[in-house]
């Protein structure tokens, strides 16, 4: 059965550290692995990775995808208070039809950044 | 701006009795799915629409049902809701069946009483 496994499970940190979020997957045909953040709205779309070892940035947070370990990690640098969200992964598979649009999600990472 | 926008955002409904969750697109994306998340769960795809072609997930209970009368609106109806239904709900698009970028609604939480 396909999963995605997040961890830490939860994680309290203050202002101005960074911290590592790791998702591990075992997906069938992997296609990509997606990043969210879910404050308490919508999931909002952080990062897609498919190809191992290239780092993807958005300003303080970075991603990178190891395929061999099956495995990403999201990194926050200098965390902020409005970086407390819930951090979801998910990941993606081929279908003998392409790609397919069904993610597998994680029961996603709780930080919250104290100031 | 263009956006994914669910109606109520909380919903109260009784046991047993029928309940409507509407999901709405200004985006004109082609594919809409309902995803059930309950308390410290993963997000569960219950099922999408790709156009007006509607896929069900094996494991998604006879209960929830969906329409899509037209690209910017989908419904999902839960027939006799049970207690084990109270979750958030979460409407999400992509622009086309083979992109994984999903833009998400703010959700729907509903609880049965």
């Known amino acids: 059965e396909d999963k995605v496994v997040q961890s830490p499970l939860s994680l309290v940190v203050h202002e101005g550290d960074t911290v590592t979020l790791n998702c591990s997957y075992e997906?069938?045909?992997?296609?990509?692995l997606l990043w969210y953040k879910q404050e308490k709205k919508a999931p909002t779309f952080l990062f897609m990775l498919t190809s191992s070892g290239i780092e993807k940035k958005s300003g303080r947070l970075s991603s990178i995808l190891d395929k061999k370990e099956l495995s990403s990690i999201l990194n926050i640098t200098a965390t902020q208070t409005g970086d407390s969200a819930i951090y979801l992964c998910?990941?993606?598979?081929?279908?003998?039809?392409?790609?397919?649009?069904?993610?597998?999600f994680g029961t996603g990472t709780l930080l919250a950044v104290q100031p | 701006d263009a956006m994914v926008i669910q109606n109520p955002r909380y919903q109260v409904t009784q046991f047993g009795k029928p309940v409507t969750l509407s999901c709405s697109q200004t985006?004109?994306?082609?594919?809409m799915y309902w995803y059930q998340q309950k308390s410290s769960q993963a997000p569960k795809l219950l099922f999408h629409y790709y156009d007006k072609d509607f896929n069900n997930e094996a494991d998604t209970p006879d209960n929830f049902q969906s329409r899509r009368p037209n690209t910017s609106f989908c419904f999902l109806d839960i027939r006799s809701p049970g207690l084990g239904d109270a979750a958030m709900y979460l409407c999400a698009t992509s622009i086309r069946a083979t992109n994984e970028k999903l833009f998400f609604g703010s959700g729907t939480q509903l609880s049965v009483l």
């Open positions: 998910a990941g993606t598979f081929m279908n003998y039809g392409g790609a397919t649009n069904k993610l597998i």
């Open positions: 985006l004109n994306h082609n594919v």
């Open positions: 997906v069938t045909n992997f296609r990509s």
